[in-house]
């Protein structure tokens, strides 16, 4: 259910950038998604199909960019990119560390003509 | 294709850069939520667990030990009935349902129709009791200002390692059930070690509803974060 949420979000930012440019169709949409964001592609293509089904977004093909995960120590200054829940320092063992990238969830660009 | 004359730009793509979070709509009506909690006074919790961790049975205790002391108000989330808020009028407080129709999580405008059914005048303290999810209610802000995780020993102790967003981003975590503790298989330095590569120095409280041992420390805990609460809006 939460993926449907989404991709009503999805349709709505898309639709309301469209018709500000007065855009008649959409035809690509570009989404940024950190990996520590828990969202299923497939899910969000599943319901997409859905509901943009009759709207300028119809059949407008989603393009998922994933952004690795990016940690900085806040005690060595370490930059490091974890393979997996464990985000400690691997140079100095502190887990007083900033998320740096990998939490995105937006929408970068639309395409239309 | 169709061809547009007006324009002559027959099949021209162009591309609009927008860099808009997906969720944004939701963080702003977020942002409403807390304006109207901070020009209460009052202090919101967001309550998330799996289902029957002892959500309800917390609150039940919160509202029943703190009577007195801080007038409390409940927003519960479920997907259907209204046994959970029920629960908590009868305990005393100033509860309303929310029915999310099959929505996994509580999303901010579900909040903001829930607080303006309530007298928030006279609430201090409002518990929002969000869905039974260990997943998708981590991904929505709803204006509460802490967030609070109920764990329970029957679940397991490999938890946090399995719902990583959930245990990143709460502010407290509660480990319900310890009462049942010698009749499990419950390592609790397996789980709170996966706990602190998560969210290290969360504070957590160990404690059972059933008995009441624990109870104290985490009673303790809200009453303090309501006096900063206090301090920081007045």
Redesign the interface.
């Known amino acids: 259910m939460h993926e449907l949420t989404i991709t009503e979000s999805i349709l709505e930012i898309a639709l309301r950038h469209a018709a500000e440019a007065e855009a008649k169709k959409i035809t690509d949409i570009h989404l940024v998604i950190g990996k520590l964001s828990s969202i299923v592609d497939d899910s969000v293509q599943f319901y997409w199909d859905i509901i943009s089904d009759g709207t300028a977004a119809q059949g407008a093909a989603l393009h998922f960019r994933r952004i690795r995960i990016e940690i900085a120590c806040q005690v060595c200054g370490e930059s490091y990119h974890p393979e997996d829940l464990d985000l400690s320092c691997p140079a100095c063992g502190s887990r007083d560390v900033r998320i740096v990238a990998g939490e995105e969830f937006r929408l970068e660009a639309i395409e239309v003509e | 294709m169709s061809v547009?004359e007006s324009s002559g730009?027959a099949?021209?793509?162009?591309?609009?850069?927008?860099?808009?979070?997906?969720?944004?709509?939701?963080d702003h009506i977020a942002e409403q939520n807390r304006s109207t909690l901070d020009a209460a006074g009052i202090m919101g919790l967001n309550f998330m667990a799996s289902p029957g961790a002892g959500k309800t049975s917390l609150i039940e205790h919160t509202i029943k030990m703190l009577m007195g002391k801080l007038r409390l108000g409940v927003v519960d989330g479920d997907v259907a009935t209204s046994i959970d808020a029920d629960r908590a009028a009868a305990a005393g407080a100033r509860s309303v349902q929310i029915n999310t129709g099959?929505?996994?999580?509580l999303?901010a405008v579900m909040l903001q129709g829930a607080l303006s059914e309530l007298a928030l005048e006279e609430i201090d303290l409002l518990i929002v009791e969000n869905v039974g999810n260990l997943?998708?209610p981590?991904?929505f802000q709803l204006g509460t200002h802490k967030s609070v995780l109920i764990a329970s020993v029957p679940e397991g102790d490999d938890k946090p390692?399995k719902y990583?967003?959930m245990y990143?981003g709460v502010d407290a975590l509660v480990i319900n059930k310890i009462d049942l503790l010698p009749y499990l298989e419950f390592n609790m330095e397996y789980f709170q070690e996966?706990v602190?590569?998560?969210n290290?120095g969360l504070v957590t409280f160990p404690l059972s509803c059933r008995t009441e041992e624990g109870l104290d420390a985490y009673l303790a805990w809200v009453e303090v974060e309501m006096e900063a609460h206090r301090r920081v809006v007045q």
């Open positions: 547009d730009r099949g021209m793509k162009e591309r609009i850069p927008i860099v808009e979070k997906i969720l944004s709509a939701n099959g929505e996994c999580h999303d997943i998708c981590a991904s390692y990583p967003g990143r996966g602190e590569i998560l290290p």
